[in-house]
């Protein structure tokens, strides 16, 4: 789950992280009394789950109430990378002197979290790391024994910082830490971790994704997700236990098993087509799941056909073909269609499909290959 800004800050305070104070508006109106209790200058923030919002022009400055309300009401209704503005973070600006960079993230490879940091953070820091590799410095924290001094001293020294500076910073390094492992995180990041004139370090930005696994135990963050960033295929699908990611194209795909999906994914998109979706319905799944997924693929507009891919072991091929036909019937669903069927009550599934004028494949890159031409 990723957290929005506001979210993120807020667990930054919890754990001792200084961040430049701020409250949530939802309407111009809202913005400026917020701006006048906070004083003068803000900062004005879009309140997206996309990154680079800076650049689309979703974080702007503002000196006056009246800066406030004009600035609050271009940067509500935006749209960024696709998300609509519904929420503006409004903040005290901090006074910034330099810019840096740093972040926890796990090294799936070493099996360890990596920490990350730069004395060049800041909106360009994507083009630093591919131009000046050099400028970024990581160590990786063995899991049971978290970050060691000597290791934060270490990088300190390599990224040239103050010795004035170094313990404020590992003071940080340390918290941000226990934020990753408190929060139970897959990434916390700060860009920009502002130093400010007066020598103080604040976390002007947050990012924060937290395992979803993990939600159960985290109390009340799991009521945190934020229900305007969800799609409603995807609030639908994880209301339904269903794993589903939208992608960009056209192709709607349902398999059951995390690899025979992602397998399919690649052998569609190998063979010219455009996946729109990810959906596992997993091990077992009856027909009433096989309807539920069915609906919620189909409610994508962008969706313009369906290749449902079933081996069957655990789930019956019976069972998706009930569910198929009832689902089919159901939505008036006018897509071309391909089923792939094999494997437990296969021949049940086949007839149950034929009686319907559905012909199945049996191979996989067979029925890949015919919906990508039946959708091209
Ligand atoms: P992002 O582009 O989505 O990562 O949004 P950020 O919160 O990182 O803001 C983008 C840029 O706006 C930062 O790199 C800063 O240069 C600038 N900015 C954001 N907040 C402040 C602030 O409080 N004071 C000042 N002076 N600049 C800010
Ligand atoms: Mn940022």
């Given amino acids: 789950m990723k957290l929005q800004e ?18 949530v508006a939802t309407s111009p109106e809202e913005a400026e009394a917020i701006a006048r209790a906070l004083g003068f200058p803000v900062v004005i923030k879009a309140q997206v789950l996309v990154g680079g919002r800076g650049k689309a022009g979703g974080v702007k400055l ?6 406030t309300r004009a600035q609050a009401a271009r940067i509500l209704g935006m749209v960024i990378k ?38 060049a953070g800041g909106m360009e820091i994507e083009e630093v790391a591919k131009a000046r590799p050099e400028a970024i410095f990581r160590f990786h924290v063995h899991p049971l024994e978290g970050p060691h001094p000597y290791q934060i001293r270490n ?50 930005d947050a990012k924060f994704i937290i395992d979803d696994d993990a939600l159960p135990r985290l109390g009340e963050l799991a009521s945190w997700r934020d229900a305007g960033s969800e799609s409603p295929q995807e609030r639908a699908a994880r ?62 507009p962008q969706v313009e056909g369906l290749f449902l891919n079933i081996f069957g072991g655990i789930t019956r091929c019976d069972e998706v073909a009930r569910g198929l036909v009832e689902a089919w ?28 004028g559905i012909s199945p494949v049996r191979e996989m890159e067979e029925g890949a290959r015919r919906i990508v031409e039946l959708v091209r």
Avoid: W
Wanted: hydrophobic share 45%.
């Fill in 155 to 204: 990088l300190l020294l390599r990224a040239g910082i103050d010795k004035g500076l170094q313990s404020q910073f590992a003071s940080l390094f340390n918290k941000l830490y226990q934020a990753f492992t408190q929060y139970q995180a897959n990434l916390v990041e700060i860009n920009p971790l502002a130093l400010t004139p007066a020598g103080e370090l604040v976390a002007v």
């Fill in 239 to 300: 209301e339904a236990g269903l794993n589903y990611v939208k992608l960009d194209g056209n192709i709607g795909i349902i398999g059951n098993g995390a690899g025979l999906v992602m397998a399919t994914l690649d052998l569609v998109a190998a063979l010219g087509g455009k996946p729109a979706n990810f959906l596992d319905i997993g091990g077992g799944a009856r027909a009433a799941q096989i309807e539920k997924a069915l609906e919620i693929v189909l409610s994508d």
């Fill in 329 to 356: 019937k159901k939505l008036q669903a006018k897509l071309p269609l391909v089923v792939r069927l094999t494997g437990t009550n296969e021949e049940e599934g086949r007839a149950i499909l034929e009686a319907q």
């Fill in 6 to 23: 506001y979210q993120g800050k807020e667990l930054f305070k919890r754990v001792g992280i200084a961040v430049n104070e701020g409250r």
């Fill in 82 to 119: 696709g998300e609509r503005v519904e929420k503006l973070l409004v903040a005290r600006a901090a006074e910034i002197a330099q810019e840096f960079y740093l972040g926890i993230t796990l090294d799936r490879a070493k099996r360890m979290p990596v920490m990350i940091f730069s004395p």
């Fill in 62 to 67: 503002a000196a006056s109430p009246e800066e």
